[in-house]
């Protein structure tokens, strides 16, 4: 079946470090791949996506690319803030499943300090 | 414009009791999902409701069930409850059912004891 395999947690960083956190996935068909970030206190907000293989996702500095020959999906940034603290969820849509059943990653804590 | 708002909040129910969550979707919006989130895990899909109807179901048992409304908000119930049932419920709307792009609520934090 679908899954997707998230870098355990927590990872601590200073500010300014560079962040990877990995993500693979096992699906069958071209997913959708997707990376969500749940603030302290808060729900989870979409943070960027790609539809399609070599696909790259932006936002807020963040990004990734979707690499169909290694089904990857790793989220980096070059410069980390303490307000990046967050827990970072990596999700795939199956083309086969119409909307809305997003298949999780177990999610990976980071922490960064001034 | 109001977000997915989700209520209670926070609750205690004893093991075998039922409870009912609700979510109100994103202004707009006319699919709603449910995720369970455990403590420190992913969260995991229960079901979806569009036009009134369940469309999608995860594997979670039929003690889990569901209505969605005209105005498209939604309830989540769960009957007999158990130890295990304790986690996060997430409320995620969108438009229609295609993208995965979904907004999600705060949640409703379910303690079984």
């Known amino acids: 079946g679908n899954s997707v395999t998230q870098m355990e947690g927590p990872v601590t960083l200073s500010e300014e470090a560079f962040l990877t956190i990995n993500c693979t996935y096992t699906?069958?068909?071209?997913?959708?791949l997707f990376w969500y970030v749940q603030y302290p206190g808060e729900g989870l907000q979409l943070l960027l996506k790609?539809?399609?293989?070599?696909d790259k996702g932006s936002n807020k500095g963040f990004e990734a690319t979707y690499r169909k020959e290694t089904t990857s999906f790793h989220l980096e940034k070059g410069s980390v803030q303490v307000s990046d603290s967050a827990v970072y969820f990596c999700a795939l849509s199956s083309v086969y499943n119409q909307g809305g059943k997003l298949i999780f990653g177990q999610g990976t804590e980071l922490s960064v300090k001034p | 414009d109001a977000g997915v708002t989700q209520s209670p909040t926070h609750l205690i129910k004893t093991r075998g009791q039922q409870v009912t969550l609700r979510c109100s979707p994103k202004?707009?919006?006319?699919?709603v999902s449910w995720y369970q989130q455990a403590l420190g895990q992913g969260p995991q899909f229960i079901f979806q409701y569009y036009e009134e109807e369940e469309r999608q179901r995860g594997n979670f048992p039929d003690r889990f069930s569901g209505h969605q409304f005209p105005n498209y908000s939604s309830e989540l119930n769960v009957n007999a409850l158990l130890l295990g049932d304790s986690a996060l419920y997430l409320c995620a709307s969108s438009l229609g059912r295609g993208t995965g792009e979904l907004f999600f609520g705060e949640g409703s934090r379910l303690t079984v004891l």
């Open positions: 699906a069958t068909g071209y997913p959708s």
């Open positions: 790609a539809t399609k293989a070599d």
């Open positions: 202004s707009g919006h006319d699919t």
